[in-house]
């Protein structure tokens, strides 16, 4: 077709209004959607917007509107007006041949290139700490967003800037200089970046200790964490790395080795990776030429300390400091600079930023100034904001006591995917090496669709019990729905390459299994838009759904017609294809058995 069912209503609409009414119908007070499942007929014409041209009442108006359609499209059989919603039935020829045209045989919601480069930046760690349950929300966000994007016809540059320089990474590097004995990854069986993030945490406890032995000889809490000798230490211990001491580099070098050791170990567990890595040691003195220009085009001004400063008040927003008076960068006068490098390398149209919703003003406040300063890549920035993360009181406290560590996290979700199933005994007669790598892609199937099927700026309640349900809204549900499918097409003797023989007359479960699945392409469409994994995993939900349904309503392998099982075998692996496109978007796998 041309052009599709949806694309012609609206036309043949304008079209109807013109004609019976004598009025011009714009095209955004045109909506078309799908029936809702209690009413007949597949798509809907929402009639209120046109009872302004018509005068009559909307069930008049829509018939009016129904009988016009009628005459005009041979894909219509029917229509029924409940009040201003006018339903409309597509024959079953309609459907059949949208599966064999445009769904069997299409790339499945792949797009063509559309020209555009887009840069998606995520994950961002400090290197001082392991991973947590706050960057495996980020990571997924990140990894997937820019999977739909280049499934949408974006090139996508996927881009991770590393905190790796700072007051952070020096207090863990002074805590292995005191109590670390030489200790390494090697000797102490640990991962790197726990072993970084175990003598960060010594280095805080003992932090603690003597404020608070300064504040029982008077001090005052501020004071003593001022004072405190170790983090005056610690502050020494950066000016010395600034100033390219070699002992306190090749320390900084050694350590951070280590963390990114564990990092690259996590990130490959959770399935992400990067197309480009930068470093905030690299780039935190970038940004002051821009302060320059800044102060030439009037956009910053200085203030009696030297300091300088951009006034957003007239943006409803305050005053920025941009540098400090003694020449040294804030994190915005970074993010400048770090901006206007991630374009000079790239040239991309588009540039998202994958950052939880406490950095929100940040990044008003940072995209703002790059529009004042005249930056043309500016208008292209994009903050993809996320929620926090919170788990049920009591689960899975972390090594370190305060946050949950990523690798516990999934190492906890694997044990519960081994448990629950092997309750359900749906693993039973399959060899062990087998069995875990199942248990391993449930676990991370489970937490993966959880945090992506609620959309980004939402704060999720992650259980992660209750995401492990076979028979829930669920990765694992939809996990086990692509393996029965598999199921069938092996005992059907299924290939690709057998004959297809439409149906003339459609069950309501095939039809609406089929109109589902063609749905897939305008689901990604909008995810790409939107920035928001969820479209993907609640459409693969429905089509999960929906499947189950067609295979408890209709006969498969023992249907009595062959051209009638054959077809059912064809919409069979359809469907698990599109399942499989589907959760791949989310970096999700699903098994062929469970």
């Not at 919603?85 to 063509?112: C, I, Q």
């Not at 001090?219 to 950066?238: G, N, S, V, W, Y």
């Amino acid at each position: 077709m041309a052009s599709t069912i949806q694309q012609q209503l609206t036309y043949h609409t304008k079209q109807a209004v013109k004609e019976i009414y004598g009025a011009d119908l714009p095209d955004n007070q045109i909506t078309i959607q799908e029936t809702r499942k209690e009413f007949d007929g597949q798509l809907t014409v929402v009639v209120f917007p046109i009872t302004r041209f018509s005068r009559k009442s909307p069930e008049a108006t829509g018939n009016d509107i129904g009988a016009y359609l009628l005459r005009q499209l041979p894909e219509l059989t029917a229509f029924n007006t409940i009040k201003g919603f006018l339903n409309l039935s597509l024959s079953d020829a309609y459907w059949t041949s949208l599966f064999t045209t445009a769904v069997m045989h299409e790339k499945f919601g792949r797009f063509p290139a559309n020209g555009h480069k887009l840069m998606v930046e995520y994950s961002s760690p400090n290197t001082n700490k392991p991973l947590h349950l706050g960057h495996i929300r980020n990571n997924l966000l990140g990894y997937s967003v820019a999977s739909i994007l280049a499934a949408y016809g974006y090139e996508v540059i996927k881009a991770n800037l590393v905190n790796d320089r700072g007051i952070h990474i020096c207090k863990s590097m002074l805590a292995w200089q005191r109590w670390g004995n030489g200790e390494t990854p090697g000797t102490s069986g640990m991962k790197g970046d726990h072993l970084v993030g175990k003598y960060y945490v010594l280095f805080d406890k003992e932090y603690k200790k003597e404020i608070d032995e300064l504040r029982a000889h008077g001090h005052t809490e501020d004071d003593a964490k001022k004072q405190a000798p170790i983090i005056r230490e610690a502050q020494q211990m950066l000016q010395r790395w600034e100033a390219g001491d070699e002992e306190v580099i090749a320390l900084w070098k050694t350590m951070n080795g280590w963390v990114y050791d564990g990092f690259a170990q996590t990130y490959g567990r959770l399935g992400v990776d990067f197309d480009k890595y930068y470093y905030e040691s690299d780039t935190y003195l970038l940004g002051k030429d821009i302060i320059q220009e800044g102060l030439e085009k009037g956009v910053f001004f200085r203030k009696p300390d030297n300091s300088v400063w951009i006034d957003l008040t007239a943006d409803g927003l305050d005053e920025k400091l941009v540098l400090r008076g003694d020449g040294t960068s804030v994190y915005i006068t970074q993010d400048m600079g770090t901006a206007q490098l991630k374009y000079d390398d790239f040239g991309m149209d588009e540039s998202i930023y994958v950052v939880g919703n406490e950095q929100d003003y940040h990044f008003k406040v940072l995209f703002l100034i790059l529009e004042k300063l005249g930056k043309p890549w500016a208008k292209g920035l994009f903050h993809l904001s996320y929620g926090m993360v919170d788990l049920p009181s009591g689960k899975m406290k972390s090594r370190e006591g305060t946050v949950v560590d990523a690798d516990d996290l999934m190492d906890e979700m694997v044990t519960t995917a081994r448990k629950r199933t092997e309750e359900l005994g749906k693993t039973e007669g399959l060899p062990e090496p087998e069995k875990a790598a199942l248990y391993d892609i449930i676990g991370m199937g489970a937490l993966k669709y959880f945090l992506l099927k609620v959309e980004p700026k939402k704060r999720l309640l992650f259980d992660p019990n209750e995401s492990i349900d076979f028979q829930g809204h669920t990765g694992p549900f939809i996990q086990y729905t692509h393996a029965r499918i598999q199921s069938v097409l092996t005992k059907g003797g299924y290939t690709q390459q057998q004959a297809i023989v439409v149906p003339e007359v459609l069950t309501e479960s095939e039809r609406d299994l089929i109109q589902l699945l063609s749905n897939y392409p305008a689901t990604v469409e909008a995810a790409a838009k939107e920035f928001s994994p969820a479209y993907v995993a609640n459409y693969g939900y429905e089509v999960a759904k929906q499947y189950n349904k067609f295979y408890h309503e209709e006969t498969i392998l023992k249907a009595s017609d062959e051209a009638v099982r054959n077809f059912r075998l064809h919409l069979s692996a359809t469907t698990a294809r599109i399942i499989a496109s589907a959760m791949a978007l989310l970096g999700i796998a699903v098994p062929d058995r469970m």
